[in-house]
């Protein structure tokens, strides 16, 4: 027994080593990739020519101009006297020294908020947590833009950051909070916040220091700071016009919307303090509840939002936001982080189609989630009981593996429960830009795109299966057949994939995860195919006289075939997508599908799919072929990563997450719906504990 006892001890200290090993290598891979990220940021800004960055500040070029002159300059009166004296300056290294001292703070803002998250903290967590948020910070919007010359939005933030956090005595820290404040006035709502959570005197001097400091710019810059606070109502319409999709505040989406005059001040006053009261109120209560980095982060988003002006550059604290824990089950909570990093990282045009109806939100994505984060997520107290223990995510039985060789990833294990609804449409639409963007980005050399399609040709005469032309012009000479095939190619590509999506994760969540992994893999290994293999379909082909049924004529002596390659690369014709995504759904339906006439449905689906891509001259045969190869390696690569298709998982009668979402937990290793039933039990139980 002792023996076996010093052998545990043995393993288990072995193990513990073992993980700081990993979590050691790992925080110094995330350093790297901070750094690399960094260093690209400073590459770009650096690439602009002296003259131009240094023009960048919008400030003038002697010292007794006005810095509101250019009608550029955004900041406060403080700011320019501050900034003003830096004209002066040699461009080369004022540049370099603009650009590393922004980068070293948004570095320290990574470090100071990791050390600022709630009590307790997972040991990865606290490893992991700041070079994480760094990585993220400088490949966010905000840090992009503030990097430009004349834009100081990074600095309050880490001056906040350290008041509330790292700076001893309320004193000093509220020093730094009004200078802050004295370089966005906005900022000056914190000094409620620690007046209200018992920092009272960091709270007074804070708002001593913020009057000195704009006193001080009064007395030396008298006409700037008319010009700041009178004329322009703290900075409106300064740096660019005010309904700008810069300005991502209430006022600016007011003005967007076309409210001008009374109504939209009456309107965007009554917004302004709806936001400062729920979001002050909620900031303050987290701070209580021992999260007081979700609390600067909650009062961050709030300033930014009822700011007449707030900029992109000024939303780093939405990015801070993703310290609070949002939802009970484990499966729910990436949601809340996913979407904040989408909506910093991504463009708007991204995340939302161009589309009239969704302009209003497109046109205000940070400031939606500005205000989302400020007044209306759940974020989870710390006296919840799904705060440390959420409800874990109900697995399937492991499945094993058909070839020893390749072992299941363990990170790919196959989840009963359905998947939460916001975290698909994140994933499908970022999926499909992502998509569309890389698509568009691929070779399309025209010679080298003819050169594969007369190779495609020649090929398919050898095998006899050169039918293209034949085809074409039959239908070219049966209208309705012509119609019939325009109408099902242009119709259907999109909406029946679509559609079986959304059937899935309705009726059956664990096979949609299996249909929606090998639909993904399908199209990435195309987008290889169509970087490495441009191709000109039939219809761009010169000298073989096919007929565009879809599009129209296309004048081939011109290198632009007209407008509809100004919309997407034409030579991304192999593997065909149209093709495979048909089979794809084919092969769903006819394998899922309950009843005979609906396996027939799926099954006519990739035949007339492969007819109308033929017969409008938009692919070869062997498009076709590609489309079934990256499909079929789709549905390979999902059963290696997860194993076989279960049936088992949908199971009439079965208790699953999506069947009965109040279900309890299971153990992810065993996936036993006993242990889930007992997990249920201990949830609830505790839930119920006072």
Known sequence: MANAAEHSGANGH???????????AARLLLWALAGALAVRQAAAVLRVPPGEWLSGFHLPGSLPGSVYDTGQFSGTPFAGLVLKPLVGLAAPSLEVAWTCVTLLCVAAIGLVAARGLPDPVPRRTALLAAPVLTALMMVSLPVREAASPGQTAVLPVLLVLLAVFRVPGDRPAGFLLGLAAALQPALLLFAPLLWLTGRRPAARTAAVTFAGATALSWAAMPRDSWTYWIERLAGTGLGGVPDGLANQSVHGALLRLGLTGPLEILLYAALAGAVVWFGLRRAVRYARDGQLLLAVAVTGCVAVAVSPAGWRHQMLWVLLAVAGKVGKRAADRPVWPVAVVLAMTLPSTMLLPNLAALAPVRDNVLLLTAVAAACAVPFLPRSSPYWREPVPTDYGRPAAARWARVPLLPFWRRVLSRPNLLLELLLIRVGYSLYSHIRAAAPTSRSLAEGNGNQIHGIEKALGIDIEHAVNHAVVGTPGLEAFFNFYYTSFHFVVPLTILAVLYWRRPGDYRWARASLGLATVLALVGFWLYPLAPPRLMPGLDFIDTVHGPQDLANPSYGAMTAISNQYAA??????????????????????????????LHPLITVCAIVATANHWVLDAVGGAVVVSAGFGLVYVLSGPRGLQLNLPGQRTGAQQPGAGPSRADEGSHEESNQGERKVRASARTP
């Open 14 to 24: 072995a193990g513990v080593i073992g993980d700081n090993n990993r979590l050691g």
């Open 574 to 603: 192999m593997p065909s997508l149209h093709f495979g995504w048909s089979l794809w759904c084919g092969i769903v339906i006819v394998v899922l599908a309950p009843k005979g006439w609906q396996k027939l449905l799926g099954a």
